[in-house]
């Protein structure tokens, strides 16, 4: 199994900008997925989760500005960020909870990251 995001780059502040993560292998079933950031000098943190329902969460810093999405089909989630600002420049990073087999037994992947640079 693996993630591979996609989308990153460098934007100015109030600018968009859309990062994807595709799930590949062998895979049953997803579960959760989600983005977290890790800052320079900083520890990573959750930004925003999508269950298999579609429920989701995000991280008081990105209410209102990010949106998590998912395409079941494609085995694939999406962050929107909108009205990005300086302090939202870091390496974002996929997570899902995959399972291979119809028992429940699931793993925890993380893609490779992928940058993004917020200038002011």
């Known amino acids: 199994v693996q993630l591979q995001a996609f989308g990153g780059g460098l934007v100015q502040a109030g600018g968009s900008l859309r990062v994807s993560c595709a799930a590949s292998?062998?895979?049953?079933?997803?579960?959760?997925m989600g983005w977290y950031r890790q800052a320079p000098g900083k520890q990573r943190e959750l930004v925003a989760i999508i269950t298999s329902c579609g429920t989701t969460n995000y991280a008081d810093s990105v209410k209102g500005r990010f949106t998590i999405s998912r395409d079941n089909a494609k085995n694939t989630v999406y962050l929107q960020m909108n009205s990005l600002k300086p302090e939202d420049t870091a390496v974002y990073y996929c997570n899902a909870g995959i399972s291979q087999d119809p028992f429940g037994n699931y793993d925890y992947y993380w893609g490779q990251g992928t940058l993004v640079t917020v200038s002011s």
């Open positions: 292998g062998s895979i049953f079933r997803i579960d959760a």
